[in-house]
């Protein structure tokens, strides 16, 4: 049975743009485990990066991890120790670093952030063709990158063939 493990940032589950995703996957046969990344978002203490580390830490080696696109800055740092272990995807709704009113310099710091992250994983799904773009310029190579609009129960099919070829 196949397994994944969901990094999202903390709101109430309905607000999550992902529970259209997981209710389904579920719904398929698929265990699924959300692992609420605690703090703010995003981060903006040591806490918050420290807290995002060790439930990183925590999860089982060799598991399928797939991280929201908002969660990506706070575990940056932890997928160069533990990438090697999991099999992490990423879910590109939007990129933070490309948010219109930031100061360039924490912008800067969120892209670079961004782009670690992205770096380490398997494949990054993102929702549209303009996000494919931005992917591909943090140097991400195009064969990692899967355009899958948002997914809904009409949708499911698609993602479990994808995540088949990154589980084989």
């Known amino acids: 049975m196949l397994a994944i493990h969901f990094l999202l940032v903390p709101r109430t589950y309905d607000q999550s743009?992902?529970?259209?995703?997981?209710?389904?996957?579920g719904a398929a046969g698929v265990a699924v485990s959300?692992?609420?990344?605690?703090?703010?978002?995003?981060?903006?203490?040591s806490r918050t990066v420290l807290a995002a580390d060790i439930t990183v830490a925590h999860l089982p080696d060799n598991a399928l991890v797939m991280a929201e696109a908002l969660a990506l800055p706070v575990i940056a740092g932890s997928l160069w120790l533990d990438s090697?272990?999991?099999?992490?995807?990423?879910?590109?709704?939007?990129?933070?670093h490309t948010a219109s009113g930031l100061p360039a310099r924490q912008a800067d710091l969120l892209r670079r952030l961004e782009q670690g992250a992205l770096s380490r994983m398997r494949r990054v799904l993102v929702a549209d063709a303009g996000l494919a773009g931005t992917v591909a310029?943090?140097?991400?190579?195009?064969?990692?990158?899967?355009?899958?609009?948002?997914?809904?129960?009409?949708?499911?099919?698609?993602?479990?063939?994808e995540l088949e070829r990154i589980t084989a």
Request: proline share 17%.
């Open 137 to 161: 310029a943090l140097g991400v190579p195009s064969d990692r990158i899967i355009l899958l609009p948002p997914v809904g129960p009409e949708r499911v099919a698609d993602l479990l063939r």
């Open 34 to 45: 959300v692992h609420p990344l605690p703090g703010r978002h995003p981060p903006t203490d």
């Open 84 to 96: 090697h272990r999991l099999r992490l995807v990423a879910l590109v709704d939007r990129l933070l």
């Open 17 to 25: 743009p992902y529970a259209e995703l997981i209710a389904p996957l």
